[in-house]
């Protein structure tokens, strides 16, 4: 039996009177999640944006609550986009019971991390992955982002590994939250594809994918990328640019792999930006790999020296993608 399309009267409920108190307790709790531990406590988190709202719902996700800016267009046609983008699909018992809940400009201001409020917002429980276990097989690929602390750079890898067919992204303990609303927004929704492991060692991830092959992203002295028999199953281990890979994470990988850049030799990326940080000596390379090499020069006298993590490790999702999808290279 074909799967029913929500009725436009039950969807998203009925609009309310808007709210006008930011000192309302549906409202303190859901701008209490703009922070890591209330995130964590609540089990809950927030996305900012229509497309992201819509984008959950879409995958199956009940929101706790949806807030649209009193007087907004979101506030008369949200209930139809959804029906529309899901026409055919079976969101009936998603969408059961979930009332949108009006609010003023000012009430919005307070829920959101943005400078401008978006029209539409909503709380949604913290997604519960499967066990890793799970995910094992002989075509298995994870990514594991260590110490990375730019939201940007872990939104593009969450989107990144969701277009290029990884199974599953993990994070260190000391990496940004994969839930934190800019990363949620980099992610374009990612978020909501793909199970997320957040403060989870090499070692757990590994256990669980049954021994697959660990690769971490070198900034130079590992195997070139263009050239590394890639083998499946296996795990990307992605670094911050001046921090790198940690002791730790590097001591467990069984291949280093490095970017080589236009005129530069022998050398790589660094991953990152430069807002991540962490134990490491800034630029300092994965122990054992060697010398740092000169920058890149480029026209204008600009040094390129590194590619930040979201776009390096892009760039081997896409070699495993292009490669191993489907192979196993044992």
């Known amino acids: 039996m074909p799967p029913s399309r929500p009725d436009r009267d039950s969807s998203l409920g009925v609009l309310a009177e808007p709210i006008t108190s930011a000192a309302n307790p549906l409202i303190k709790r859901a701008a209490s999640l703009r922070l890591r531990k209330y995130r964590t406590l609540r089990r809950a988190f927030l996305a900012e944006g229509a497309d992201l709202v819509i984008a959950g719902i879409l995958s199956g996700r009940r929101p706790q609550a949806v807030f649209v800016t009193a ?3 979101a506030a008369r046609s949200l209930a139809g986009e959804v029906d529309a983008a ?5 969101l009936a018992g998603v969408l059961a019971g979930v009332s949108v809940h009006a609010v003023t400009e000012r009430v919005a201001e307070k829920l959101t ?3 401008t409020p978006p029209d539409v917002m909503a709380v949604f429980g913290v997604p519960q992955p499967p066990q890793p276990e799970t995910l094992a ?8 982002v260590d110490r990375v602390a730019d939201p940007g750079n872990l939104g593009t890898l969450l ?10 992204l993990a994070t260190s303990p000391g990496c940004v939250d994969p839930l934190s609303p800019k ?17 989870m060692l090499l070692v757990e991830l590994c256990r669980g994918l049954g021994g697959p092959t660990v690769y971490g992203l070198a900034a130079h002295g590992g195997a070139d990328l263009r050239t590394a028999a890639l083998r ?7 670094g911050a640019e001046r921090a790198g890979l940690s002791e730790q ?10 970017i080589p850049l236009a005129g530069a030799g022998r050398s790589g990326a660094r991953l990152g930006t430069a807002a991540d940080g962490g134990s490491v000596g800034a630029g300092a390379p994965v122990a054992g790999s060697g010398s740092e090499s000169p920058p890149v020069e480029v026209p204008g006298g600009v040094a390129v020296e590194s590619l930040n993590a979201g776009v390096a490790g892009s760039i081997a999702l896409y070699e495993f993608s292009r490669r191993t999808a489907g192979l196993t290279e044992r």
């Open 71 to 73: 007087g907004s267009p």
């Open 249 to 258: 994470v590097a001591g467990l990988c069984d291949e280093l792999l490095t």
């Open 159 to 168: 989107r990144s590994a969701v277009a290029l067919g990884a199974g599953a």
């Open 137 to 144: 097989g002989p075509t298995a690929l994870a990514v594991y």
């Open 86 to 90: 899901a026409a055919g699909g079976g």
């Open 183 to 199: 990363v949620v927004r980099a992610g374009m929704g990612a978020v909501f594809a793909l199970p997320v492991y957040p403060e």
């Open 232 to 238: 499946r199953p296996a795990v990307l281990c992605v």
């Open 113 to 115: 991390t943005l400078e």
